[in-house]
């Protein structure tokens, strides 16, 4: 409980450095792209990520490294530009010989100021993966944003906001309705058949997700009984990389 709350506090204190997309939710806001191993920083934060070349390195045209084409070489000490990544390659952008390049590199080619740079790079990758798969299956967790949220769950039917000098919280309940519809029984005298005719139609509460959030952070979940999977899952929060 005391590392979320660390992590938790090292986001509050870091809002500045991230731009979240806040235009129609899309299933690719979270980073993930139509490879669902694949993490795109363009989608996680408007600062561009730069990295140094600590050798010679050779950019290939897929992440599947020196089995696929090369097409680029940099040379050590070249300041290249992180694009994506997975679990074991980073897609990069960098000036090459005859003008700008973008492939797969080895990331042991590539260094940061921060010494913990590439440790909470491979855990930012964990968090987007299991929040793209969350997003995936209209779910929530504990540690997702509520911009994450609503990616997965649509706009909220009601919103309750509250801000103090601490920041910014709130609640947001996700409703959803069906349409039910209703009969009744007639019985024609002549005949004696009775049939059934539609008597009304009505909106009915089919599933409510209801999320607690401090700082763009969901702190809690609560769910109905008929909504369906009522299990409560977590991810860490967003993560703040220094480069």
């Known amino acids: 409980m005391k590392k979320s709350l660390s992590i938790l506090s090292v986001f509050f204190l870091s809002l500045s450095l991230l731009s979240y997309v806040s235009a129609k939710p899309s299933k690719t806001k979270s980073g993930l792209n139509n490879d669902p191993t694949v993490f795109y920083f363009e989608n996680y934060t408007s600062i561009p990520i730069k990295l140094l070349t600590t050798k010679t390195t050779k950019i290939y045209s897929t992440k599947k490294g020196k089995i696929s084409p090369k097409i680029g070489t940099i040379k050590p000490g070249k300041v290249v530009q992180l694009i994506a990544m997975n679990k074991s390659a980073y897609r990069i952008s960098a000036k090459g010989k005859y003008g700008k390049v973008k492939g797969w590199v080895n990331p042991k080619n590539l260094a940061s100021k921060d010494p913990k740079f590439i ?3 491979q855990k930012l990758y964990t968090r987007q993966i ?3 798969n969350l997003i995936a299956n209209n779910r929530v967790a504990i540690g997702m944003t509520v911009d994450e949220t609503i ?6 039917t009601k919103k309750q906001q509250r801000i103090t000098k601490d ?3 709130g609640k947001y ?3 959803e309705f069906e349409k039910v519809k209703h009969y009744r029984y007639i019985t024609n005298h002549q005949t004696g058949f009775t049939y059934k005719k539609l008597s009304h139609v009505t909106n009915e509460e089919k599933s409510n997700v209801t999320v607690e959030f401090t700082n763009n952070v969901i702190t809690a979940i609560s769910t109905t009984e008929n909504s369906g999977n009522t299990s409560i899952s977590e991810v860490m929060p967003p993560i703040i990389i220094g480069f």
Do not use: D
């Open 151 to 156: 990616q997965s769950l649509g706009q909220p």
């Open 173 to 175: 309940e996700f409703i």
């Open 167 to 169: 920041g910014k919280s």
């Open 130 to 132: 299991k929040v793209q």
């Open 119 to 121: 440790e909470n790079l």
